[in-house]
């Protein structure tokens, strides 16, 4: 069993008109996607300070390397968001770019 780590997009192509429910959907999509991006980024400034409390803290003075660990996981969690952020928009960019070329076809 092949288990990824970020789950790959899966290939949609559209053959229909794009109408103003589908374009909703996507600026909802969009929103989302913005959304979830600042849901990692606060995710992964909330494990910074908690590597900054463990570091800080006398009473876990044995633990400093807990400290580094969550500080390396924080920068991996906020590279995953934004790469996972990067990757929808560049997907939603394609269909407006296909949206906007239909509405000039249609409009000639």
């Known amino acids: ?6 789950p790959s997009p899966k290939k949609f192509e559209n053959k229909e008109k794009i109408i103003l429910r589908d374009f909703l959907a996507m600026e909802r999509t969009s929103l989302a996607n913005e959304r979830t991006l600042f849901s990692y980024i606060r995710a992964s400034l909330y ?10 803290y006398d009473g876990f003075a044995t633990f400093n390397w807990l400290s580094y660990v969550v500080f390396g996981l924080s920068l991996v969690l906020i590279f995953i968001g934004v790469f996972r952020y990067r990757r929808l928009k560049n997907k ?15 409009k000639e």
Request: charged residues 20%.
């Open 47 to 56: 494990m910074a300070i908690g590597g900054v409390a463990i570091l800080e």
């Open 92 to 106: 939603l960019e394609t269909y407006y770019k296909t949206m906007n070329s239909e509405a000039n076809i249609n």
């Open 1 to 6: 069993m092949k288990f990824k780590f970020i």
